[in-house]
C-alpha cells in the first residue's frame, strides 16, 4: 500500500502540473490515442475499493466492484480519458507510463471541482476478446436495473 501511496503522489504531482489541460473539451471521442486504454484494467483506489473496468471500442466502458456495478460511456478530453458511468460517478483516467491514474468522483456532479478518490490502473492479462465490454453478471444487480447497486466509493 505504501508503494502504491507513493506512486499516487507522484502522479497526482504531475496532474497538478498540468493545470487546466485535463478540462479541455474533447476533440474526439474515440481517438487513437485512446485506443491505447482499450482493454480490461484493474484499478486499486487509495481507500481501498479495487474495481475491474472494461474499456471497450466506440465508447462503451463497464465497470465491476464487489458492491457495485455500472455501464457507462469514455471520451477523450484532453491527454485523458473521462468515463461517465449510469450511477452517477465519473473517473478521469491519465496515463503515466504503462498505468493509468484514476480519478474517481461520486456523485458525478462533484466532477472536476471536488477532491477526488485515487487510484492506478494496471491492464489485466489479455484473453480473447478482453477489448469487447461483455455484459456483466447480475451479482447484486436487478436484470431490470443493473446500475441499481449499493455506494462502493
Do not use: Y
Not at 476533440?27 to 475491474?52: I, P, R, Y
Amino acid at each position: 500500500m505504501t508503494r502504491l501511496l507513493v506512486i499516487l503522489l507522484a502522479c497526482s504531482a504531475g496532474l497538478v502540473a498540468q493545470g487546466a489541460r485535463g478540462n479541455a473539451p474533447a476533440k474526439n471521442n474515440h481517438s487513437d490515442e485512446a485506443a491505447l486504454a482499450v482493454g480490461k484494467w484493474h484499478v486499486e483506489f487509495t481507500n481501498g475499493v479495487s474495481e475491474v473496468c472494461v474499456i471497450g471500442r466506440g465508447g462503451v466502458a463497464i465497470v465491476d466492484e464487489p458492491r457495485r456495478r455500472s455501464r457507462g460511456r469514455w471520451v477523450v478530453s484532453g491527454n485523458s480519458i473521462v468515463l461517465t458511468f449510469n450511477d452517477d460517478r465519473v473517473e478521469r483516467w491519465t496515463p503515466v507510463g504503462r498505468r493509468l491514474v484514476v480519478e474517481h468522483w461520486f456523485p458525478g456532479s462533484q466532477f472536476p471541482t471536488a477532491s477526488p478518490v485515487l487510484g492506478i490502473a494496471e491492464r489485466t492479462v489479455r484473453s480473447q476478446g478482453s477489448d469487447q465490454p461483455a455484459r456483466p453478471t447480475d451479482v447484486g444487480a436487478s436484470a431490470t436495473n443493473p446500475d441499481a447497486t449499493p455506494d462502493a466509493h
